[in-house]
């Protein structure tokens, strides 16, 4: 059976996604090795081992006295225990005293514990007699108030599986450990490709007609944001031999390819033919049960992926979401994350009725408020090809594939931008 526009029957967006991720492995970048404050984002190589233990000493986790514990044993407000001061631990440097029997130093968060000692009594928990001597009022066990040496990392411990995409909190353990370069995977570069004898640069007046390119800044965005390196490839006329031979040289210096425009059946719609010869295996599915983005292409030309988007901006905005970065964050290396339907997603009530044809996953832009405690989701009502809806949105509602709608009150999944 044939839709209306003469594809063959719409296929769910899982079924697409599952096309696609059957031809994986798909074209991989290179790996290098990048300076640590240049790492952010990036995805790693190889896993990563700690060179040394972490912290190297034994150190305190207050401020207060370093004490044997069992001198501190039975103390109390009414029978606290006697114990003279012996020093103070300068931070940054290594005691050279070794304390004995009755004996404390006072000691500052992240001090060197000195030899005889094995843990801190928190000043709270104290009171200074005099200059020699204080009153333990707490006892405290071994180890208590202290992290030991080799709690935080062990020299050869696993501190990054490979495929893990970095985080400001993983590029602080790594500087931690001393480690101040990182073997990664090298950013996904992706072409753009601007197809429409209508479509003129962003910074030319539009003509009755004609329609300024919107898709390409809005695919950089996202794919910056996604982890790759948006190549733009300016807008190319509707003549086959211009688009095969841009796809031709973007097969050569990028490891996907977009191509915006030509994704719907017309005269000159030329993508699926295109993408079909110009390698194996060629258009994977054409047309998928979304709104908005039933239009939309996906296939693979010798292990790179290449993807025909409709035109508006819109739905160029939710096919990115549900098929390209899965596939660049594969691409890139990452590992563990790539269907995980609970990323960037919340729970909200739907603050109007949605209506909707069963037999397609819709997505509609909406806003989130709260009231009394709870999520609300407000959808914004507009044609597809509207641009101002994208910048007044914080996401997208799902209404699933074989619903004939939500009622206002009904809970809702909403993709966050």
């Known amino acids: 059976m044939r839709d209306m526009l003469g594809r063959e029957e719409l296929i769910p967006v899982e079924k697409a996604l599952e096309l696609l991720f059957n031809c994986a492995p798909f074209r991989s970048p290179s790996t290098t090795v990048v300076p640590l404050d240049q790492a952010y984002g990036m995805i790693t190589s190889a896993d990563v081992l700690s060179p040394e233990d972490l912290p190297s000493f034994n150190r305190s986790t207050v401020d207060g006295y370093a004490v044997n514990s069992a001198d501190t044993f039975g103390a109390t407000d009414s029978l606290p225990a006697y114990l003279a001061i012996r020093a103070e631990i300068s931070m940054g440097e290594m005691p050279s005293l070794s304390l004995k029997q009755s004996e404390v130093a006072k000691i500052a ?42 709690e935080d990392a062990q020299q050869g411990s696993l501190i990054l599986k490979s495929g893990h995409k970095l985080r400001p909190q993983d590029i602080g353990a790594l500087a931690g450990l001393g480690i101040t370069g990182v073997q990664v995977f090298e950013r996904p570069r992706v072409s753009i490709l601007s197809t429409g004898d209508e479509i003129v640069p962003a910074d030319e007046p539009a003509k009755p007609g004609q329609v300024r390119d919107i898709n390409s800044y809005t695919l950089s965005g996202l794919i910056l944001n996604a982890g790759g390196i948006p190549l733009r490839k300016g807008i190319l006329k509707d003549h086959y031999e211009i688009i095969r031979d841009s796809v031709a040289q ?132 507009g044609k597809s090809g509207l641009i101002t809806n994208l910048t007044l949105a914080d996401g997208t509602a799902v209404v699933p594939l074989r619903k004939f709608g939500v009622q206002e009150g009904d809970m809702v999944e909403v993709k966050l931008f």
């Open 109 to 150: 968060t992240g001090g060197m514990l000195p030899e005889g000692v094995d843990a801190v009594v928190m000043f709270e928990h104290t009171q200074q007699i005099d200059e020699t001597m204080i009153e333990i009022l707490k006892p405290v066990s071994p180890g208590e108030n202290v992290i030991q040496a080799g």
């Open 250 to 381: 973007s097969l050569k210096d990028s490891e996907a390819i977009l191509i915006t425009g030509g994704s719907s059946v017309g005269t000159k719609d030329m993508t699926a033919k295109v993408i079909n010869d110009m390698g194996h295996p060629g258009v994977l599915f054409h047309g998928v049960s979304l709104k908005p983005g039933k239009p939309m292409i996906g296939g693979v030309v010798n292990g790179t992926p290449i993807f025909g988007l409709p035109g508006h901006p819109v739905a160029v905005h939710v096919c990115f979401e549900l098929f390209i970065r899965p596939v660049l964050e594969e691409i890139a290396g990452l590992k563990g994350k790539r269907f995980d339907p609970l990323t960037k997603t919340v729970k909200a009530r739907i603050g109007k009725n949605i209506s909707s044809s069963p037999g397609r996953e819709e997505h509609v832009g909406v806003t989130l408020e709260e009231r009394e405690g709870e999520l609300w989701a407000f959808p914004i009502f």
